[in-house]
């Protein structure tokens, strides 16, 4: 089986095409109900109370049929949080994640030409006075009175029009940071080198693009990697830091070349510390060429589940790009339309052993930082390094979402909303449940422990 099919937070982008009509609250919670209820492979472990379950959501049920749709949404959550299941989230169709008309604010807009602010930034010896790029937005700064604000040039948002106010930079970097609803999130900000704006609280980053920034392009990826979390680099002559604070199929790339360019400097530290703090996951093929560096021996895994229904059978194959796989998502159909609403396992044993090929040189002791936001992917990473002989895991318990995967997008007959959800649970359940409880660390770092990076060079250098 591919791997990336185990895929939790980074999901597969299928969706189920039913005729739908527009629901009203009490239709869509009914139908979220049916859904959840026949479909959600999680369902009998987290509803081992019947008749807990029954009043709450008999309860839900009154209070939706005199719920305007407006506040539907909340409701429907309401209903979800029942599961604890971060890999369970509604969808609002037709409106962004940030936008919500209920919270929107009016914008604030300046009177300023274009063509006028680019004479004048041509001559600014201000450096924060420019153009700035971000991935949704290109603004301007302008020195107003004692602020400097940042207005829309252009984006991709719909919820935003030029020279609205996208945020304000103030004294002691303070700002304001209008969100994608224009909901006012105020926090601190950041400059380095007079090329890189960074909002610390919400970690949306600018990069300046006019005049020319003090930085080289290179030297602004570089940056962008630290502020990001994807970096290497040697604490001392006998220990070194990796940091990687995701896994998504995005970084994969990176992943590997930030390995490949560090090979040598990997190889010959004594000691290397694997930084995963708030790595939410994403696929398990990111950290593949980090394993031969950090095992000892073979890893055991447990297999997985999918509960099959008629839905499954309709996406599965679309889960494949490659003849390969969809070959072998024909089989698994062939499997599930004979096993309509019970579990069925593709593979051919329930437990997996992984040989990896050992790298002929690494480190003789690993830690791995993992606090409460390493998550999914992230923590199936932990639980094969715990594995090794060499390596110990410092930190707080893990976020705890490993219980059920392959999280998918489903309808389920009200076009205002689309489903997440995950389409198998982990063969090692009931015994050993991870989903809220997370994984142990070997070494509990207190909140008095403040540096854990230093924490952890400490321990393996002393």
């Not at 962004?96 to 009016?106: C, F, I, V």
């Not at 890893?299 to 889960?319: C, H, K, N, P």
Request: aromatic residues 12%.
């Amino acid at each position: 089986m591919k791997k990336s099919i185990f895929i939790l937070l980074i999901l597969v982008m299928t969706i189920s095409l039913f005729a739908q009509n527009e629901c009203n609250c009490e239709q869509s919670l009914g139908k979220l109900i049916i859904k959840m209820e026949s479909e959600y492979p999680g369902f009998k472990e987290k509803t081992p109370d019947k008749r807990m379950y029954d009043s709450f959501k008999d309860g839900l049920i009154i209070k939706s049929q005199n719920t305007v749709d407006s506040n539907c949404f909340e409701l429907l959550n309401d209903y979800l949080s029942y599961f604890r299941d971060p890999h369970v989230q509604l969808i609002q169709n037709n409106q962004s994640s940030d936008e919500s008309p209920s919270t929107a604010k009016s914008s604030i807009k300046v009177n300023i030409n274009l063509d006028d602010f680019y004479k004048y930034i041509a001559q600014s010896n201000d450096e924060l006075e420019g153009v700035w790029e971000s991935t949704y937005y290109k603004v301007g700064i302008k020195k107003i009175d004692s602020e400097y604000q940042g207005f829309v040039i252009e984006t991709s948002s719909q919820s935003w029009k030029a020279n609205e106010i996208k945020f304000s930079l103030m004294q002691n970097e303070k700002a304001n940071y209008y969100m994608g609803n224009h909901s006012l999130n105020e926090g601190d900000y950041e400059i380095f080198d007079a090329s890189i704006l960074l909002f610390k609280s919400i970690n949306a980053v600018f990069v300046k693009k006019s005049p020319k920034p003090r930085l080289t392009e290179s030297e602004i990826n570089s940056k962008l990697d630290r502020i990001n979390g994807f970096y290497f680099t040697k604490l001392t002559d006998r220990t070194s830091l990796l940091c990687i604070s995701s896994f998504q199929d995005a970084y994969v790339e990176k992943i590997e070349k930030m390995v490949s360019d560090n090979k040598e400097a990997i190889e010959n530290s004594e000691n290397l510390i694997i930084d995963l703090r708030n790595n939410l996951g994403g696929t398990y093929d990111a950290y593949d060429e980090i394993l031969p560096y950090i095992l000892t021996n073979a890893t055991r895994s447990v297999g997985t589940e999918f509960l099959a229904t008629q839905t499954l059978i309709d996406d599965v194959e679309a889960w494949f790009d490659d003849e390969a796989g969809k070959k072998m998502a024909r089989a698994w159909i062939t499997m599930f339309e004979g096993n309509i609403g019970k579990f069925v396992n593709v593979d051919s044993s329930d437990v997996s052993e992984a040989e990896i090929k050992i790298a002929e040189k690494s480190p003789k002791q690993i830690v791995v930082l993992a606090n409460k936001l390493t998550a999914s992917s992230g923590e199936a990473f932990v639980m094969e390094a715990k594995q090794s002989k060499k390596v110990k895991i410092l930190g707080v318990p893990t976020y705890g979402a490993m219980d059920y995967g392959s999280a998918t997008y489903f309808d389920f007959g009200c076009e205002n909303y689309t489903i997440m959800l995950p389409t198998w649970r982990a063969m090692r359940l009931p015994d050993y449940p991870i989903d809220n409880i997370g994984i142990q660390p070997d070494i509990y770092l207190d909140k008095s422990v403040k540096d854990w990076v230093q924490f952890a060079l400490d321990y393996l250098e002393n």
